[in-house]
């Protein structure tokens, strides 16, 4: 892999004091109750887990028996992450060059360029077909109803997943999306032809903190399978539930690098923050100033949705999260790399798009479980 020569650093980094600050006070500020993190000094508490093996990307458990699995609309391969890490073969494909490139740069496995909306990938040795399709006609984010569901240019991809099942005829598929896909007609139409065709379908909305990532975000599993109960793929995905890290165990150790000192930790300057202060007082959806304790919310697009540091209002210049606060957010490993040209919108849009590889490798190893 082409990483590691800064993030040896890794090492170097665990090795510093953790003699910093917090102690929360409450302020009432206009009516409203506002939870500060005020500077006292004391020892940051001792990680009981070792949060960087448990996020590794390259542990690999065992071959699963040279199982495939293709991976519709990869992106920078979270989800194909956890499926590699549980030992299965991956393809990803995707069509954009930006996804490929990061996507081999991070991921053990073969990489296809290809527009799913017109090339079907098919060539009969796929057990697992996977994919996150493009969620922008179901997201809650997008409020334009003009450009919601059937009239988003995004919504026939939907079926191209499922044309996909229907040709590999795989022993499982998992699709995963933003929740409010569920209720989806298309959906369900292809549901009923698949259960017709041999498969038990169900469907869950995770959290992916559940699952100990340090982001609570939410998202649509559906899984089938042409060997057993589906509804086992979630009784088993429960099994592996575990308390969830927190935002200081994710980022703490960044707290007082530069700018650019580590790999990824940038972020743009944005002059305004101050000025919005009070809407980050609302709690509003997007105006988040995370919180050290708890796994950070759900967030898009940093340059969109300033999601602002723990830190932010404290004595400290107020801040967006960076790329690598919010990777280390979503569960990637400090070895997770993007090809050094890239600009900070689109790799802070190739991270908020992924799922969680802390969430995959737990749902890859429940899906090898049916698929061996
Ligand atoms: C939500 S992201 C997938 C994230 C991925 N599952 C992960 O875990 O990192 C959707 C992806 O679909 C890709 N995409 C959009 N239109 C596509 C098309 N017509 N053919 C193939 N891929 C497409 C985008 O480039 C984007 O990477």
Known sequence: MPFSNSERNLEALKSLPHAKASVRSACLIDQT???FQQAIFRQKPVRSRNIEAENSSTQVFGRSDNMKVLDLFCGLGGLSQGFNKAGFEVTGVDVSESAGR??????????IKADL??????????????GGPPCKPWSAINTKRTRRGKRHRDFLLLSR???????????????ENVPLLANDKTLKSYVERLRSQGFSIESDIVKYSDYGAPTSRHRFILFGTKKGDAKVFFKKLNEH????????????ELKDKERGEVPDHVWPDLKTIRKYRSYYETGKFGWYVLKWDEPAPSFGNIMKTYILHPDAFNGEPARVISVREALLIMGFDSRFRFPPEFGLGLRYQMVVDAVSPIFSYVA?????????
């Open 161 to 175: 997943f499922f044309e996909h099942v229907v040709h590999n005829s795989p022993q499982v598929f998992v699709l």
């Open 102 to 111: 990061t996507f081999q740069l991070n991921n053990k496995s073969q990489f």
């Open 33 to 35: 109750l506002i939870t």
């Open 117 to 130: 909306s017109d090339v079907l990938i098919e060539n009969g040795s796929y057990d697992i077909v996977i």
């Open 241 to 252: 539930r575990r308390s969830p890290q927190t935002v200081r165990d994710a980022i703490w």
């Open 364 to 372: 890859a190893r429940v899906v090898r479980d049916f698929a061996s």
